[in-house]
């Protein structure tokens, strides 16, 4: 059976998409294989092993309009573990991102990034095709 032809939602000439991921979490395997199947080039990054760098996980923040706790994966054991729904609104922004700088289990995931500003936490397949269509247009 042919496959339907499909139109990438990001132009290659932006460059190759940044997605940190856990290999268990079928959240970021519907995500990349939502990716492969719309024609988007992304790298791979094992979010546990290479956990994002501060400045990624600031780009992050401000495309999250600064909300640190969307940043975080509140569901995950290491989360609850450490009690961090309590602590977390004492924590300074820097603090906040040391954390998670050090630990990949704290943060959601799939974790994308993308030239011009482009950041999405957690797979929605309508909010990612919408924001990577307004991305390309802007």
């Keep these: 059976m042919a496959r339907a032809c499909v139109t990438p939602v990001w132009p290659r000439s932006w460059g190759v998409l940044k997605v940190y ?3 268990n979490c079928d959240s970021c395997r519907r995500a990349t294989r939502w990716l492969k ?7 791979e990054h094992p979010i546990r092993e290479t956990p994002p760098s501060p400045a990624e996980l600031r780009t992050m923040l401000a495309a999250q309009d ?3 706790r969307r940043l ?8 609850r573990e450490q009690k961090l ?4 609104p004492q ?6 991102l040391a954390l998670l700088a050090k ?3 704290l943060v959601k995931r799939p974790f994308l990034l993308g030239s011009r500003g482009l950041g999405l936490v957690g797979f929605e397949e ?3 095709s919408e924001a990577l269509q307004s991305a390309k247009t802007a």
């Design 103 to 105: 630990n990949g289990n």
């Design 126 to 128: 309508k909010r990612w």
């Design 72 to 79: 975080f994966n509140t569901a995950g054991r290491d989360y």
């Design 91 to 96: 924590f300074s922004e820097a603090e906040a």
């Design 66 to 68: 600064g909300e640190l």
């Design 85 to 88: 729904g309590e602590k977390l």
């Design 21 to 23: 991921t856990y290999a």
């Design 37 to 43: 199947e719309h024609g988007v080039a992304f790298a």
